[in-house]
């Protein structure tokens, strides 16, 4: 079995649930030919170098999996066959990995996804309690200006009654 990327750029202006649909289709060959998808990277809408099918943009998708030659020669096939593909290339990366070497490396990436989202809500969590405190303090503060103010209003009334009862 070999690791690929096959990085391919599908047409901009598909609406969402067809480009959807072609994300499940290239999914759908990977698992029929007995591949492992490892990663299915959507980089988005970009500017390409040159105009392919009189088209500036494109929506670029990396996939990488494992699987054999036959595994590349359908999916490259489907390619060619798809009007909405304007370009894909095919790279090799490993000549030789075991099966239990690329579920491991999905488990990891899982284990990393999973890792990276407990901490993006830590970060939320800490954002919050900061803006919480930051507000507590400032209604404090409010408070505390306030309670000054009557003070100093009722020492110059007692002022005034002391001056009425010296007069």
Do not use: H
Not at 104 to 111: G, I, P
Request: aromatic residues 6%; negative net charge; contains cysteine.
């Amino acid at each position: 079995m070999r690791k690929y990327e096959t990085v391919f750029i599908s047409d901009p202006d598909l609406q969402d649930q067809a480009r959807l649909d072609l994300y499940d289709k290239v999914r759908n060959i990977i698992a029929k030919e007995s591949g492992i998808l490892l990663n299915f990277d959507e980089w988005g809408n970009k500017k390409m170098a040159y105009e392919i099918k009189k088209k500036l943009r494109g929506n670029y998708v990396c996939a990488t999996y494992g699987g054999t030659g036959e595994l590349v020669k359908e999916l490259e096939r489907n390619f060619r066959l798809t009007d909405d593909i304007l370009k894909f290339m095919t790279i090799l990366l490993t000549d030789d990995v075991t099966i239990e070497s690329l579920e491991q490396e999905v488990a990891d990436a899982k284990e990393a996804e999973q890792a990276a989202e407990a901490a993006a809500e830590e970060r939320a969590k800490a954002a919050a309690a900061k803006a919480e405190a930051e507000a507590a303090e400032a209604a404090t503060s409010d408070e505390t200006k306030e309670s000054d103010g009557t003070k100093e209003s009722d020492d110059i009334k007692e002022s005034d009654e002391i001056k009425e009862v010296q007069d």
